[in-house]
């Protein structure tokens, strides 16, 4: 495989974790009080990791599959990227159990793998 195609795929997984982190400071005042209500940010943090990861995504695919099997790849390893680093960062900081972080927030992060599996068969079938 391309090495400089594995250093995107790992620097964009990467990105797919600490734009939506970073973002996520804007709704928080400095004692960790949310400043808007629970639901409204999980739904803000959807959205903004969802639009972060399909830009990604079209940045990967947008002159076709960069490895074979891309799809599969590119998503599990996107989605070991958010899950280590959440478990790395965010379980410290907010001391989530590990079985409320999954119910939370970690499944939601099978999304990734859903979208880079569907934009890599949407890629195959351009070239087709």
């Given at each position: 495989m391309k090495k400089k195609a594995w250093i995107r795929i790992l620097l964009f997984g990467l990105m797919t974790w600490l734009v939506p982190f970073l973002i996520s400071f804007m709704f928080y005042k400095p004692g960790g009080e949310l400043v808007v209500s629970l639901g409204l940010f999980k739904t803000i943090m959807i959205l903004v990791g969802a639009a972060t990861g399909l830009y990604?995504?079209?940045?990967?695919?947008?002159?076709?599959?960069?490895?074979?099997?891309?799809?599969?790849?590119?998503?599990?390893?996107?989605?070991?990227?958010?899950?280590?680093?959440?478990?790395?960062v965010l379980l410290p900081l907010t001391h989530m159990s590990l079985a409320a972080y999954w119910s939370d927030i970690g499944l939601r992060y099978l999304l990734i793998p859903m979208m880079s599996i569907t934009l890599d068969k949407l890629a195959v079938a351009q070239m087709r």
């Open positions: 990604l995504l079209y940045q990967i695919y947008k002159n076709g599959p960069p490895i074979p099997r891309a799809g599969v790849i590119v998503g599990a390893v996107w989605f070991g990227i958010n899950v280590v680093l959440d478990l790395a």
